[in-house]
């Protein structure tokens, strides 16, 4: 919703003659100026383990826990996880856990200042494997699930590879997770070293800011990502059920985190410019991060119609990995549609989590 004095737009329209065309441009005004914004991440839950900013928590089931083997989902560094978890009818972890899966969420948190030496490695060696032992610990169970979303997927899957013989990782399910950046579309281009002065973008902003990350994210598809988000609502504005979803996807694009800058550097050089993950170059605190040592059960992830994460990055991970049991799921989606929205309520959820209770027997 944008934010600024919309009195005069008021005043101006209800002096207009009465007509289906001025109720609409009315409606239209409420929904950019007035409405308030709506309530996301309603599924109960409850705080178990924090970490500096970050929080890691359990979701309250509906019903009783059916499903034996507890999931922790990880999310990026980048946007709020509450995409997870967007609406009642529209949530992921609502499903699982209406469905008798125990549902455990890291969230980041908003990094300040003083994080801006947070490295990669930090927030997979000091935090997602002590997440994942108090997930055991408070579940009571002997394997764990972890589910990674995008950037949070690539790291979910670093941390799979380093803890595989350390920790009982039954099952991996990766969405949207890019793990080969030999060709990341037009990111290749803007983030080639000759050209992006990455260390100067990191030594001047400290976190890098997320409208900054936005914009680029934005200029994937300019037109769509500007004006046609307000032709969309305008065209749409007599229909309260599509209201109420642009208002849910704005609030969530708009409410970005920092991103910690020593990690934004090391998630751009050391992926995006030199491509370590799949070549098995990168060295997290000294130890290879050897994909071939994942050997959990695989469920990995492409959205075709995702221009974020190219379906390309995504693919060879199932190549590398040691699983015997590895899935590799095409659904014709983008990037967030993939988990939210009509479509994904009615596809998306229904298999993955029939692919999480065959694969936790």
Known sequence: MVTLDATPIKDWIESLPKNDTIEKLKRLNEVLFTDPDPQVGQTPKEVIWTKNKAKLYRYRPYKEKTNKVPILMIYALINKPYILDLYPGNSFIEYLTDRGHDVYLLDWGTAGFEDRHMKLEDYIVDYIPRAARKVLKHSGAKE???????????????????YQKKLPIRNLILLTSPIDFQDAGLYTNWLDKRYFKLDHIVETFGNVPFEFIDFGNKLLNPLSNTVGVYVN???????????????????WLNDGVPFPGEAYRQWIRDFYQENKLINDELEIRGERVLLSNITANLLNIVATRDNIVLPQQIKPLNEKVSSKNKTLHIVSAGHVSVITGKRAVAEQYPYIEQWISDNSK
């Not at 699930?145 to 997927?153: D, P, R, S």
């Not at 979910?156 to 380093?162: E, G, Q």
């Not at 609502?233 to 609030?251: C, H, R």
């Open 144 to 162: 764990i699930t972890m589910f990674g979303y995008c950037m949070g997927g690539t790291m979910t899957a670093i941390f799979t590879a380093l």
């Open 233 to 251: 609502i305008a065209s749409n504005v007599d229909n309260e059920e599509k209201i109420l979803n642009w208002k849910l996807m704005q609030k």
